[in-house]
């Protein structure tokens, strides 16, 4: 499975998503921009996307709520440890109230990372961040450690972004 990921006006991704309906396609937006997201186990629609590929993933992806990208640069040595850990990883995000859906992007063209997660609201994933199962998957000593002293597992600081996505309406 890979997902594109795309930047444009509202306008033009509205009409790119609306021009295939039986595309996995998702348009959300946040104050600073639009994005439109193609998850496919074939060619994108998009002529330059970001390009990933899906490490793991839970839950359907859907066309309302609210998604939150953790944007996080990888070392070129660091993603098989980086990858490791997340696909061992506990799984309580799951049993969260308002969780929908988890993909873990493997970047092709790039070192960034991309964790996806999408929740039913805003207040859903807020209350995810103040909760122990939050504490407990964030928790250093839970995670196993970097054998190689050398090894650098980060190229960069971690980002998130922060999208609210737009519902498919009958106009």
Known sequence: ???????????????KKDKHPNEKILLMQNAQNTVLLHETTGKTLFSS?????VVDGKGTLQDH???????????EEGRPVFEHR???RAGLIENEPGFVALRILRPINSE??????????????????????????????S????TNSSQKLF??????????????SEE
């Not at 609201?121 to 909760?131: C, E, H, T």
């Open 86 to 88: 997340f696909k061992n």
């Open 65 to 75: 709520g609210y998604v939150v990208m953790n944007n996080i640069p990888v070392s």
């Open 155 to 168: 190229s960069g600081e971690a980002f998130v972004t922060q999208y609210t996505l737009v519902k498919d």
């Open 112 to 141: 960034t990372y991309v964790i996806l997660t999408i929740w039913e609201k805003q207040s859903d994933f807020m209350n995810w961040k103040k909760s122990s199962s939050f504490q407990q998957a964030h928790n250093s000593e």
């Open 143 to 146: 995670k196993p450690p970097v």
């Open 1 to 15: 499975m890979n997902v594109f990921i795309t930047s444009g006006t509202y306008d033009f991704l509205k009409l």
């Open 49 to 53: 996307p970001r390009k990933y590929e």
